[in-house]
T-cell receptor, first 111, second 115 residues
Framework: SQQGEEDPQALSIQEGENATMNCSYK?????LQWYRQNSGRGLVHLIL?????REKHSGRLRVTLDTSKKSSSLLITASRAADTASYFC???????????FGKGTRLHILP | DGGITQSPKYLFRKEGQNVTLSCEQNLNHDAMYWYRQDPGQGLRLIYY???????QKGDIAEGYSVSREKKESFPLTVTSAQKNPTAFYLCASTQGLAGVGGELFFGEGSRLTVL
C-alpha cells in the first residue's frame, strides 16, 4: 500500500519561478519526509517534519504539515535547472518502522 | 566515505533464474530496507530489517527473500517465483529506529531486466 499521494504528478515551470508540490496521506503519522530523485539515481533526503510541527525551512525549501487534513506541501523557491527531478513524500507511523513512499511529482524546470 | 553500496548496477536475468542483489553500508546503521520502483511509480517496500538476524515483510514480499547475517549487509534475492521482476531496486538504511524520525540513506540502485 502507498500511504502518500503527491499532486501534481508532473509539473513544468520556468526557471526562477516557485514550485509547489502537495502530499496527502491516509493514516496518522509520526513524521513526514521529502526526498528528491534524479533520473536513474538513488533518493536524497531533503527535509523531515514531525507531526507536532507545522512548518519547516531549509534553504530554498519550505515544508508545511497539516495533520487535520493529512496533507503536506513542499515549496521550492527561485527554481533552478538543477532542481529538475522527482520529489517524493514519505511517512512513518512509528509502530513498525515502515517508511512508505508516495508516487512522486516529476518537476521539470524550463530554461 | 560512508555510504551505501549496491551492486551490480545493471543485471540481466533469464526467466526461471534466481538473482541476488547486494547492499552494503558502512554507516553503522541498524535498520535497512529494500524498495522496488517501477517506471513512473513510487517506491514499494519489499523487506526491511531493524536488527541483525531479524527482518520483516513489506507490502510486496512475495517472490523475494532476504538475509541479515551482518549489520552492514542486507542482500536481496529475486526468486523465480517473482512473476514480474524487471524493475529498479533501491536499498536504504537509517540509524536506529525509523519510526522515531530516521532519515533514509539510499544506494544508487540496481536495475534488473528479465530477458
Amino acid at each position: 500500500s502507498q500511504q502518500g499521494e503527491e499532486d501534481p504528478q508532473a509539473l513544468s515551470i520556468q526557471e526562477g519561478e516557485n514550485a509547489t508540490m502537495n502530499c496527502s496521506y491516509k493514516t496518522s503519522i509520526n513524521n513526514l519526509q521529502w526526498y528528491r530523485q534524479n533520473s536513474g539515481r538513488g533518493l536524497v533526503h531533503l527535509i523531515l517534519i514531525r507531526s507536532n510541527e507545522r512548518e519547516k525551512h531549509s534553504g530554498r525549501l519550505r515544508v508545511t504539515l497539516d495533520t487535520s487534513k493529512k496533507s503536506s506541501s513542499l515549496l521550492i523557491t527561485a527554481s533552478r535547472a538543477a532542481d529538475t527531478a522527482s520529489y517524493f513524500c514519505a511517512t512513518d507511523a512509528g509502530r513498525d518502522d515502515k517508511i512508505i513512499f508516495g508516487k512522486g511529482t516529476r518537476l521539470h524546470i524550463l530554461p | 566515505d560512508g555510504g551505501i553500496t549496491q551492486s551490480p548496477k545493471y543485471l540481466f536475468r533469464k526467466e526461471g533464474q534466481n538473482v541476488t542483489l547486494s547492499c552494503e553500508q558502512n554507516l553503522n546503521h541498524d535498520a535497512m530496507y529494500w524498495y522496488r520502483q517501477d517506471p513512473g511509480q513510487g517506491l514499494r517496500l519489499i523487506y526491511y530489517s531493524q536488527i541483525v538476524n531479524d527482518f520483516q515483510k513489506g507490502d510486496i514480499a512475495e517472490g523475494y527473500s532476504v538475509s541479515r547475517e551482518k549489520k552492514e549487509s542486507f542482500p536481496l534475492t529475486v526468486t523465480s517465483a517473482q512473476k514480474n521482476p524487471t524493475a529498479f531496486y533501491l536499498c536504504a538504511s537509517t540509524q536506529g529506529l525509523a519510526g522515531v524520525g530516521g532519515e533514509l540513506f539510499f544506494g544508487e540502485g540496481s536495475r534488473l531486466t528479465v530477458l
